[in-house]
């Protein structure tokens, strides 16, 4: 299957996104050119290290490119303060220059705290993110968004810092456990439900194939990628466009931060429960018809996923707590809430002026329906 190249056109930091299977195989020919120098660090997590790390380092070893390599705990945890000192100095240990490459080889944690850390290491090194997880390869790769969490909440430091390179191996996907997978699907819907009709069309007709189907899920990550990066090229720093891509997210944010950002509820699986929560407010408030929320609940639950506050496992906060921890987003603009609300689907837009009133029902209902 040939490879499809996605540009990100912005000046001097403009890149490619390149899509298909066995690019991990190709690294070493893929990044050389970048190259100053046939020497890399890569930062990735023990998962991935022991799934995927020797065929990087071959691929990379195959154009005579040495690699170093420093493997951090997989998990949300590792995208902190302790774990950017840990790969900052180690890069510094390593004699990481300026005009050198750090590749960032995991999921969304792995290519935040590299991304940050390239970004801060001798005030910014070039980067090439090579995305394993659905998730990552949709949504945080690209876009230069790079950051770590505090005890304050999620992504609150970090930089604006776009990769030298995305290379995006649809096949490693294929190793994903069935749960990831879903829940980096989450973050597919959003891009039919923000702003492509006819892609959400495709996938209630194609999704429940991409599993098992290489061109079917190449094509998912293709037009996801290509609509991130059309609002990215718009909207680099998020002034305007660019808060689309948080649909679903205010919701998201609230529910992660009520269950311990623990596997009770994944990000993506939040962005699902979001997404549906987002079309029913906005049904509530007379902007779209009650089909657009319909076909969004019955498209995730034939995928398997979570729908529902009930199919989150464990007890949450009652609907002024859930609403008191959506105030906490850094997404607040001067205390106003901001959800990203629909006209129906592939039309959405982002509002600063919901009740508080409309939101705390709509919780209050949500939260008394009856476990499934
Ligand atoms: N993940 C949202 C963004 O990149 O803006």
């Known amino acids: 299957m040939a490879v499809d190249v996605v540009p990100v056109a912005l000046g001097a930091r403009s890149y490619e996104v390149r899509i298909g299977p066995g690019l991990i195989g190709r690294a070493g020919a893929e990044i050389l050119p ?109 876009g230069g968004k790079t950051g770590i969490n505090t005890a304050q909440g999620k992504n609150l430091v970090g930089a604006f810092h776009q990769p030298a390179l995305v290379l995006a191996d649809t096949m490693v996907l294929e190793s994903l456990p069935a749960r990831d997978f879903l829940a980096g699907y989450g973050e597919v819907v959003k891009y039919g439900l923000l702003g492509d009709a006819a892609f959400f069309d495709w996938l209630e007709a194609n999704a429940p194939d991409l599993a098992r189907d290489a061109a079917k899920r190449q094509h998912a990550v293709r037009r996801s990628v290509e609509m991130k990066a059309g609002i990215v090229e718009r909207d680099e720093t998020e002034e305007g466009e660019r808060a689309l891509l948080n649909l679903g997210h205010t919701f998201c944010h609230a529910l992660e931060k009520a269950t311990g950002y623990s596997d009770r509820l994944l990000h993506g699986e939040g962005v699902a429960i979001g997404c549906a929560l987002a079309f029913e407010l906005s049904q509530r408030l007379g902007l779209c018809a009650q089909e ?9 639950r034939a995928m398997g996923m979570k729908v529902d506050l009930s199919d989150i496992p464990g007890d949450l906060p009652g609907a002024e707590g859930l609403l008191d921890l959506m105030g906490q987003d850094k997404k607040v603009v001067d205390g106003q809430l901001r959800f990203v609300l629909a006209r129906g689907i592939g039309q959405a837009f982002v509002a600063t002026d919901v009740p508080r009133g409309a939101v705390l029902t709509l919780l209050q209902d949500a939260l008394a329906a009856p476990r499934g």
């Open 292 to 300: 657009a929320p319909s076909r969004v609940r019955a498209h995730l």
């Open 34 to 142: 970048l190259l100053r120098r046939r020497r890399v660090a890569i930062v990735t997590d023990e998962s991935v290290a022991g799934l995927h790390l020797s065929a990087l380092v071959a691929a990379l070893a195959a154009e005579g490119i040495a690699a170093t390599s420093l493997s951090v705990p997989a998990g949300e945890a590792t995208k902190g303060w302790p774990q950017l000192s840990r790969v900052v100095e180690w890069l510094l240990e390593e004699k990481i220059e300026r005009r050198d490459i750090v590749i960032a080889f995991g999921g969304g944690v792995v290519g935040d705290l590299v991304g940050f850390a390239a970004a801060i290491l001798r005030r910014g090194v070039r980067f090439v993110q090579i995305p394993t997880t659905l998730l990552a390869q949709v949504d945080s790769s690209v």
